[in-house]
């Protein structure tokens, strides 16, 4: 079993950056992983992905171009650098792992096996 601990969500203002990492207690390199968002009610979204490798990434339209999935599996950790940032960013962000997702781009919270507890990204006008 992988615990996953989210950090780096914060205020920020419109245009800033924040980084979110994820750590996970055990192995990483045998999951897909991914980061979802879910904004005051509003549906959990899909954000980002990225394979066991790193080789491959998937965002969805809006933050495409803003934000960067990346991975250390020596860490066992995940990283997510998000750029020019609008207020429609603002959610609670939830780093996932998932073992049908280690090599396919899985936008589907079904296929996540593994949840952290979430940060809060909070982006002011």
């Known amino acids: 079993q992988v615990q996953l601990v989210e950090s780096g969500g914060g205020l920020v203002q419109t245009g800033g950056s924040l980084r979110l990492s994820c750590a996970a207690s055990g192995r990483i390199s045998t999951y897909g992983m991914a980061w979802f968002r879910q904004a005051r009610g509003k549906e959990r979204e899909f954000v980002a992905y990225?394979?066991?490798?790193?080789?491959?990434?998937d965002y969805a339209r809006p933050v495409k171009g803003r934000f960067t999935f990346s991975r250390d599996n020596a860490k066992n950790t995940v990283y997510l650098q998000m750029n020019s940032l609008k207020p429609e960013d603002t959610a609670v962000y939830y780093c996932?792992?998932?073992?049908?997702?280690?090599?396919?781009?899985?936008?589907?919270?079904?296929?996540?096996?593994?949840w952290g507890q979430g940060t809060q990204v909070t982006v002011s006008s």
């Open positions: 990225i394979s066991w490798s790193g080789g491959t990434t």
């Open positions: 996932a792992a998932g073992l049908r997702s280690f090599l396919v781009v899985s936008r589907s919270a079904n296929e996540y096996d593994y």
